[in-house]
C-alpha cells in the first residue's frame, strides 16, 4: 500500500481544466532513462527528427511510453505490459495517448515477447529497450524480477536489439554484492557496460550497448549535455541525470 508505481505531474489545460502533464517525467528512474538516451548512436536527444524504435518492458501509467512519443517525433514505441487492468489504469487515470499510431500496447509476459522480438528480422528489432518492471517488494532484487537477468533472458534481450542497440534497465536494490552480481551477468552480454546513478533512491539505471566493437571511454558529461535539445521536456531533470552517468566498473 506504500508503494508508488506510477506518478505524474497535473496542469492547466487550455480549457482551465486539470489534465495529465505527459511532457514532464515525475519519477527520478524516468529521467534517468530518458538521459541514458545520451549514449545512444541515434543520438535521439540531440535530433527530434531521429527515426528510433523502442521497447518500454512494463507500462504502468503509460508516462514513460506518452513522453517518449511526445517528444521524439520519429519514435515508435512497443510498450509491454503483462496486466491488462494496468493498461486500463493507464487510459482511464493517466491520459495515455493509446491512440496514436506510433505507440503499440502488447499485453502479454515481457518474456515471452522478447522470444519472439529476437527470432525477427534485423529491421524489425529494437533500437532501444527499456526494461522498467517491478519485482517483488520482500526480495534481496526489487526491480527487474530476476527472471529478466537469466542468461536466457539477457540472450533474448541482446538479439531483440539491431546491431547498434542499446538497452537501459532500472536495477533497484539494496544489496550492493547482488548488484555487482547482476551487472557482471548484463556485462557479459553487453560489453559496453554504463550506470546511472540516483541523487534521490537507490535506482540505478543500467546502460549495455550491443556493439561489441565500442569500447567503453570514460564519460565526458558536459560534451553529451551539450548535445541535449533545449526543447526537450524535464530538460533539466534529464540533463542533471546525464552528469550521473558512469562507465560500470568491476
Same mark, same amino acid.
Given at each position: 500500500?506504500?508503494?508508488?508505481?506510477?506518478?505524474?505531474?497535473?496542469?492547466?489545460?487550455?480549457?482551465?481544466?486539470?489534465?495529465?502533464?505527459?511532457?514532464?517525467?515525475?519519477?527520478?528512474?524516468?529521467?534517468?532513462?530518458?538521459?541514458?538516451?545520451? #549514449?545512444?548512436?541515434?543520438?535521439?536527444? %540531440?535530433?527530434?527528427?531521429?527515426?528510433?524504435?523502442?521497447?518500454?518492458?512494463?507500462?504502468?501509467?503509460?508516462?514513460?511510453?506518452?513522453?517518449?512519443?511526445?517528444? +521524439?517525433?520519429?519514435?515508435?514505441?512497443?510498450?509491454?505490459?503483462?496486466?491488462?487492468?494496468?493498461?486500463? @489504469?493507464?487510459?482511464?487515470?493517466?491520459?495515455?495517448? *493509446?491512440?496514436?499510431?506510433? #505507440?503499440?500496447?502488447? /499485453?502479454? =509476459?515481457?518474456?515471452? *515477447?522478447?522470444?519472439?522480438? %529476437?527470432?525477427?528480422?534485423?529491421?524489425?528489432?529494437?533500437?532501444? @529497450?527499456?526494461?522498467? /518492471?517491478?519485482?517483488?517488494?520482500? %526480495?534481496?532484487?526489487?526491480?527487474?524480477?530476476? %527472471?529478466?537477468?537469466?542468461?536466457?533472458?539477457?540472450t533474448d534481450i541482446r538479439n531483440?536489439?539491431?546491431?547498434?542497440?542499446?538497452?537501459?534497465?532500472?536495477? /533497484?536494490?539494496?544489496?550492493? =554484492?547482488?548488484?555487482?552480481?547482476?551487472?557482471?551477468?548484463?556485462?557479459? *552480454? +553487453?560489453?559496453?557496460?554504463?550506470?546511472?546513478?540516483?541523487?534521490?533512491?537507490?535506482?540505478?539505471?543500467?546502460?549495455?550497448?550491443?556493439?561489441?566493437?565500442?569500447?567503453?571511454?570514460?564519460? /565526458?558529461?558536459?560534451?553529451?549535455?551539450?548535445?541535449?535539445?533545449?526543447?526537450?521536456?524535464?530538460? =533539466?531533470?534529464?540533463?542533471?541525470?546525464?552528469?550521473?552517468?558512469?562507465?560500470?566498473?568491476?
Amino acid at each position: 500500500m506504500n508503494l508508488v508505481q506510477s506518478e505524474a505531474y497535473l496542469k492547466t489545460g487550455k480549457k482551465k481544466q486539470t489534465i495529465v502533464d505527459l511532457d514532464t517525467l515525475a519519477c527520478d528512474f524516468h529521467r534517468m532513462m530518458v538521459g541514458s538516451l545520451a #549514449i545512444s548512436p541515434q543520438q535521439p536527444l %540531440a535530433k527530434n527528427d531521429a527515426p528510433i524504435k523502442m521497447a518500454v518492458l512494463g507500462l504502468g501509467g503509460g508516462l514513460l511510453t506518452a513522453y517518449l512519443v511526445r517528444n +521524439f517525433k520519429k519514435a515508435r514505441v512497443t510498450a509491454v505490459e503483462l496486466d491488462p487492468e494496468v493498461v486500463k @489504469i493507464a487510459n482511464s487515470h493517466f491520459s495515455f495517448p *493509446h491512440s496514436d499510431a506510433r #505507440i503499440e500496447v502488447i /499485453v502479454q =509476459d515481457a518474456l515471452i *515477447h522478447l522470444q519472439e522480438a %529476437a527470432k525477427k528480422p534485423e529491421e524489425e528489432k529494437y533500437d532501444v @529497450i527499456f526494461v522498467d /518492471v517491478s519485482g517483488s517488494q520482500n %526480495a534481496a532484487l526489487l526491480c527487474p524480477p530476476p %527472471a529478466f537477468l537469466t542468461n536466457d533472458a539477457l540472450t533474448d534481450i541482446r538479439n531483440s536489439l539491431k546491431e547498434h542497440g542499446m538497452l537501459s534497465l532500472n536495477l /533497484v536494490t539494496r544489496d550492493s =554484492d547482488l548488484g555487482k552480481k547482476y551487472k557482471q551477468a548484463i556485462g557479459e *552480454h +553487453f560489453p559496453t557496460l554504463y550506470t546511472v546513478l540516483s541523487a534521490e533512491d537507490i535506482n540505478e539505471v543500467i546502460i549495455g550497448l550491443k556493439d561489441a566493437k565500442t569500447t567503453p571511454k570514460a564519460v /565526458v558529461p558536459q560534451k553529451l549535455i551539450n548535445t541535449v535539445r533545449k526543447d526537450l521536456g524535464s530538460y =533539466d531533470d534529464v540533463v542533471r541525470s546525464i552528469s550521473n552517468i558512469r562507465v560500470v566498473e568491476f
